[in-house]
């Protein structure tokens, strides 16, 4: 049980998913966690899929700045609640996103959420949401966004 535990612990650490979501992915998944990363994130975006619907009020808006002073964007990311919004791993996401779109510019939003993430290309920006989505419990999205550059 001790082993099982560590194993809940780990793959919580990894995903950010639920407790009650870590055990029945690794049950749905013999036991192997690998496996069971793969069934969080297919319950992520089934999650996600559903929450769509619901309407984002609350949110952050975030400032990127370049270190040159030369690019700098402003980034709304939207949540459902101001609980999630004061969130400080909703406010790193949001800083993660705006530090992207100044690396990339993306011609909009659409464009924004099929690119590869800039600090793990493995994953695009609509996979953070759909993560965060999962993580948090609330419909997040990306509202409006505004790149400056000299």
Avoid: C, W
């Amino acid at each position: 049980m001790k082993n099982n535990l560590e194993n809940i612990k780990a793959l919580r650490a990894r995903s950010g998913a639920s407790i009650i979501a870590v055990k029945l992915a690794l049950v749905e998944a013999d036991g192997d966690a690998e496996k069971a990363l793969l069934v969080l994130q297919k319950m992520g975006a089934i999650i996600a899929k559903k929450k769509e619907r619901r309407t984002a009020l609350a949110g952050v808006v975030d400032a990127y700045l370049h270190h040159d002073s030369k690019v700098g964007v402003l980034l709304e990311l939207k949540s459902e609640t101001d609980f999630v919004a004061r969130n400080r791993e909703f406010k790193d996401l949001a800083h993660g996103i705006a530090m992207h779109i100044a690396a990339t510019d993306p011609e909009n939003k659409e464009a924004l959420l099929v690119e590869p993430f800039i600090r793990d290309e493995s994953r695009t920006i609509a996979d953070l949401i759909t993560e965060a989505t999962h993580k948090f419990g609330e419909h997040i999205e990306i509202g409006k966004f505004i790149r400056y550059e000299i």
